[in-house]
């Protein structure tokens, strides 16, 4: 790339800050192989998003080429969910096992679960050298949680072995974080902060207003999930002061 000065440092890959997760709603070998021709170096994690998992027939080949670009995979929560209403932890570990998986997502924003639970599963899983991410927040935009209570759950989470906690917005970024239209809630996510290392969450953020609000608020490096596969090199721009809507954010 030609040198332009002003242009914000990205770490490099394995990144501890500044990811970018991507979410995999389906997608074919060859797209697959398509994403990563173009995108590999902006995107740290991959999702199967919700149950797809076990829908697709080419998981097992995706994942390898994923993993072969320096990307971390995981199963989305929804289906981590699945398992455990079905009193299945162990088959859920098993099937996590038979992927050759290092890294789980583990959410309760479908289900009732006791939050003690919950941790108890992350610490098992953490203590088998698993990275966890965990995601705290309701799915549904009829539940709305208190400021001191997505607190209060972080706090526990990372406790209990969470390498990152994710903030629920769910892929269409209307619900958790977010107003039913897209807005962001942005004194619960201030208040947040007062007791939250930034770099500790994971922020989903599929719309690119959401994106920008959270680069203008906490950098080029804030750790960004639920990205859409046609948005990565976008939202690398975004970081980077490459597009209007951060163009002046970083110009000395």
């Not at 890959?13 to 389906?26: C, E, I, S």
């Not at 996590?96 to 098992?124: A, F, P």
């Not at 209990?160 to 962001?184: F, M």
């Amino acid at each position: 790339m030609i040198y332009l000065p002003n242009i914000p440092t990205r770490p490099e890959k394995p990144r501890k800050k500044g990811l970018t997760m991507v979410m995999d709603k389906g997608l074919s070998t060859q797209e697959a192989e398509a994403l990563v021709a173009s995108s590999k170096d902006f995107i740290d994690i991959v999702k199967f998003g919700f149950g797809t998992a076990l829908v697709s027939k080419n998981v097992k080949s995706k994942i390898k080429l994923y993993k072969q670009n320096g990307i971390k995979v995981y199963l989305g929560g929804t289906l981590f969910e699945a398992f455990i209403i079905r009193d299945m932890f162990n088959d859920y570990c098993d099937f996590v096992t038979s992927l050759e998986l290092d890294t789980v997502e583990i959410s309760d924003g479908s289900i009732k679960m006791d939050h003690n639970q919950k941790c108890e599963y992350i610490n098992i899983l953490a203590n088998k050298k698993i990275t966890v991410f965990s995601e705290v927040g309701y799915k549904s935009s009829n539940k709305i949680m208190a400021p001191s209570k997505w607190i209060k759950l972080m706090q526990k989470e990372i406790e209990a072995g969470s390498w990152k906690v994710i903030a629920e917005a769910r892929e269409s970024g209307n619900v958790g974080l977010y107003r039913s239209g897209g807005e962001v809630r942005s004194d619960l996510i201030e208040e947040i902060l007062t007791k939250i290392p930034k770099e500790k969450i994971l922020w989903e953020a599929p719309k690119k207003q959401q994106q920008v609000f959270f680069i203008k608020l906490l950098g080029a490096n804030v750790n960004l999930g639920n990205i859409g596969t046609n948005d990565v090199i976008p939202l690398e721009c975004l970081r980077l002061g490459l597009r209007g809507d951060t163009f002046f954010n970083f110009i000395n």
